[in-house]
Structures are given as C-alpha cells and as structure tokens.
C-alpha cells in the first residue's frame, strides 16, 4: 500500500519517525504504524503525549478511546501499515487513521462508528485508491 504522506520534515518523536510540519504547523504530526498488535497501545501513548504537549490534555480520555477503536478496527481490517494522524488549529483536534482495505466492501456500523457518534464533534470516512480513511476532530477550547 502506498501511504498518502506529505513531503514534509521528518522528526524522531514519540519513539516513531514522525512526519511534522514545520513553520506554524508544530500541532500537526503523522506517524506510520505497523500492523501489529503494538500499534494501538503505541497510538494511544503517542496521542496522550501530543495532547499533553499541545495543551489539549483535557481531550485525553476522549481522544484515547476514539484512536484505539480506530486502530484496533484499522488492524482488523488491513495486513499493511496504518497511517495515523494528529492535528490541532482552529480550536479543533483532528484525528486521521488511514489503511488498506482490499474487501472494499460496504461500510458496516460497528462499534467504533456508535463511539464517534456519540463523542466527536464531526467524524467521517473516505475511501482512497488503496483503502480508506476514518477522521473525527473535538473541541479543542482556547486553540486557536
């Protein structure tokens, strides 16, 4: 699968190299994750870390349990890598979990999309030439 990864700074962060935009976008970072059982204890360690780095760290339960059902479905679903991103401006935090999906089959609801309901603020999926995408973004008070 070829990630959709900006050509932007790589950084060692959060004990993964790191995609991190510089120049007024320090609160957005992208992490390429294994498919491993390891990726979502590692995802969940890397979004309280960066809330907490942001300021954010009221969003952190929250933003914990939405990133581990996104993870975890991601890893049910893909053999290939997961691309995982975080980003806060404009008073919101975005979350972006990006895999393979070679089943292209129809959307189910599941657990992970009862969650997103009842706790994002907006949340949706997208289908990529490879897979697809599931976001959600929070208030992020005082983020400007």
């Not at 390891?38 to 339960?61: C, D, F, K, M, Y």
């Not at 089943?103 to 999926?125: F, I, K, M, P, Q």
């Amino acid at each position: 699968m070829k990630l959709m990864t900006p050509n932007r700074l790589l950084a060692f962060a959060d004990g993964l190299l790191a995609r991190v935009w510089p120049a007024g976008g320090d609160r957005t970072a992208c992490w390429v994750l294994s498919c491993e059982p390891s990726a979502e204890p590692s995802a969940r360690r890397i979004t309280r870390n960066r809330l907490v780095q942001w300021g954010l760290q009221h969003q952190a339960a929250v933003a914990d349990l939405l990133v581990s059902e996104l993870v975890t479905n991601a890893l049910r679903h893909s053999g290939d890598k997961i691309r995982f991103m975080l980003a806060a401006e404009d008073g919101l935090l975005r979350c972006e979990v990006e895999h393979a999906d070679s089943s292209r089959t129809r959307d189910r609801v599941g657990r992970e999309h009862l969650l997103l309901a009842d706790l994002a603020c907006c949340w949706g999926t997208a289908h990529t030439c490879e897979g697809k995408v599931v976001w959600f973004e929070l208030p992020a008070p005082g983020l400007v």
